[in-house]
């Protein structure tokens, strides 16, 4: 194991009162602070499915990587049923290039009425199903941290029909290289009948982050029976690395856990032979390792070349976010090596 993680901060990372709170990615801001990205939906709605209709990305900042981070606006509000984003933004992704602020996030929309606490607002309500249909990713475009941001009125990266990526396309995990071109790892689902199939992964490539982008492969990254979501990226020497959330455990050992992957070229993957990349079991600064309802959304915040913290979202929950009572964005300190490349996160 090259690296390891310390303690978490109890006092660290987002939370808000009477609010879900998902996602969470952070960069060092033109102020010298850092500004995290993250996702809240009032907790009238259920945790889940609430966020696809009423998820809206915010800004918190703090002093120090760790937090706390103190709430600072709504980024990207919701803007009306006829926009591909209207209803629910969600998954950012933040990444400084050059003089410009890029937020890859997923964004999606419905014509129904909005929904309230108590009127039977759920998985199979006609706003759930149509706002799941309607994730697509974009991208705004800000020359400051505090914004304001360029919204485009079309996604980035839609659906093809007759795809792996038919039925919806969400968490942008965008690697922007010195030149400005980008791989950009993606979820997508595919239409199997009236119904969406499993998660997989694609991969798309822009030679500048404007776009246009082009798929590269006509099949997921990995095999059918490799479940998994939440990727994120960064490049290397040797190619490229990727975290993800294990959504059976087959692959790490735990459920919910997080799997690391090599690739050379950004379309041909290996899973790393370390057995995990990151637990749910988390040791606190409090001395105690309390087992989390979820880990997940990761973000490596990486400083002078190297990462420094791991950003997660998280729940008080016993299975994943279905029984919590709160969510949360957390920060774990990364202790310091030589190297850039990560070993086992645990």
């Known amino acids: 194991m090259f690296q390891t993680l310390l303690p978490a901060p109890l006092e660290g990372g987002f939370r808000m009162e009477g609010y879900w709170v998902w996602c969470g ?13 993250a996702s809240r939906w009032p907790k009238a709605l259920p945790m889940h499915p609430g966020w696809l209709v009423q998820s809206e990305i915010v800004r918190a900042v703090s002093d120090h990587p760790e937090g706390p981070y103190t709430f600072q606006e709504v980024v990207l509000p919701a803007r009306g049923a006829e926009y591909w984003d209207g209803r629910s933004t969600h998954n950012p992704q933040i990444v400084k290039h ?10 999606s929309t419905h014509p129904l009425k909005e929904p309230v606490a108590g009127d039977g607002y759920g998985l199979d309500d ?11 990713i974009g991208l705004a475009v800000s020359d400051s941290v505090t914004g304001p941001w360029e919204r ?13 990526d038919s039925f919806l396309t969400s968490n942008p995990a965008p690697c922007i290289r010195e030149d400005g071109s980008v791989l950009l790892i993606y979820k997508a689902r595919k239409y199997e009948g009236h119904v969406h199939g499993k998660m997989t992964f694609g991969a798309a490539h822009a030679d500048h982050y404007e776009g246009p982008y082009r798929v590269l492969s006509e099949n997921p990254l990995f095999p059918p029976d490799v479940h998994l979501e939440d990727p994120f990226i960064w490049q290397t020497a040797e190619g490229y690395e990727l ?11 735990e459920k919910y856990g997080g799997i690391h992957a090599y690739s050379a070229d950004g379309l041909n993957w290996e899973i790393g032979k370390e057995q995990l990349a990151y637990s749910r079991s988390v ?24 990462p420094t913290h791991l950003f997660a979202a998280t729940s008080d929950g016993t299975n994943g976010f279905h029984d919590a009572t709160e969510t949360w964005n957390m920060v774990i300190p990364i202790a310091q090596g030589t190297s850039s490349k990560l070993g086992g996160l645990t």
Not at 25 to 37: A, I, Y
Not at 158 to 164: C, D, E, L
Not at 285 to 302: C, S, Y
């Open 283 to 306: 040791l606190w600064d409090d001395g105690i390792v309390r087992q989390m309802g979820n880990l997940e959304r990761p973000f490596l915040l990486f400083q002078d070349g190297k």
């Open 25 to 37: 990615s952070c960069v060092k801001g033109e102020d010298g602070r850092f500004h995290l990205f």
């Open 243 to 253: 975290l993800a959330k294990d959504m059976e455990g087959n692959l790490c050992g």
């Open 152 to 164: 485009r009125d079309a996604p980035i990266l839609a659906t093809r029909p007759g795809k792996f």
């Open 126 to 136: 006609p706003r759930c199903i149509v706002a799941r249909a309607n994730k697509r």
């Open 98 to 107: 050059g003089g410009k602020y890029l937020l890859f996030y997923m964004g």
